[in-house]
T-cell receptor, first 112, second 116 residues
């Protein structure tokens, strides 16, 4: 089945630093989504991308839909302690299926 | 907007009993709802997809007679874990997708099930 390769798996950064993470796929996706999950909570949608090459920001977060439609990245600028959590990418490939394919997640730790 | 609630947030039950988890879309109509299971430090594992008024579609390996899903209205789906056993203990999360052409899923806060 389809899989998303999300990297890195974890990051430890200092408060104020920027962080970047990405997802790649062997197949094309029509939609890329980025979620954040806090411990014991459900994932929260951060950014949704619908067009190849699209660059979208949400506050300190910026995400891009890769030109090849096989990758996406998420940047967080000027990190703060509340950015701690697990970030998941998810993709939708179309073809009549409503399912999303999820990456394995990236655990972010921010040291104050 | 796009708020999804789940109830209960946690439940402890004895082995052999059944547990029902509710998932509601509070401010939008959800033509499709999804049920996921998440093990510690792992990603989300899709269990089933449910559309309002029709039978749920289960993923391979998920027992449909054990995990009963009902999507009776455009704002409510329920997951019933029947004859629960300790190995069913997990974090169950639902999500909802609004009608239309977008594929964003909005997640509930999850339900922690512990079977003793």
């Amino acid at each position: 089945g389809q899989q998303l390769n999300q990297s890195p798996q974890s990051m430890f950064i200092q408060e104020g630093e920027d962080v970047s993470m990405n997802c790649t796929s062997s197949s094309i996706f029509n939609t890329w989504l980025w979620y954040k999950q806090d411990p014991g909570e459900g994932p929260v949608l951060l950014i949704a991308l619908y067009k190849a090459g699209e660059l979208t920001s949400n506050g300190r977060l910026t995400a891009q839909f890769g030109i090849t439609r096989k990758d996406s990245f998420l940047n967080i600028s000027a990190s703060i302690p509340s950015d701690v959590g697990i970030y998941f990418c998810a993709g939708h490939s179309g073809g009549g299926s409503e399912k999303l394919v999820f990456g394995k997640g990236m655990k972010l730790t921010v040291n104050p | 907007g796009a708020v999804v609630s789940q109830h209960p947030s946690w439940v402890i039950c004895k082995s052999g009993t059944s547990v029902k988890i509710e998932c509601r879309s509070l401010d939008f109509q959800a033509t499709t709802m999804f049920w996921y299971r998440q093990f510690p430090k792992q990603s989300l594992m899709l269990m089933a997809t449910s559309n309002e008024g029709s039978k749920a579609t289960y993923e391979q390996g998920v027992e449909k007679d054990k995990f009963l899903i009902n999507h009776a209205s455009l704002t409510l789906s329920t997951l019933t874990v029947t004859s629960a056993h300790p190995e069913d203990s997990s974090f169950y999360i639902c999500s909802a997708r609004a009608s239309g052409g977008i594929y964003e899923q909005y997640f509930g806060p999850g339900t922690r099930l512990t079977v003793t």
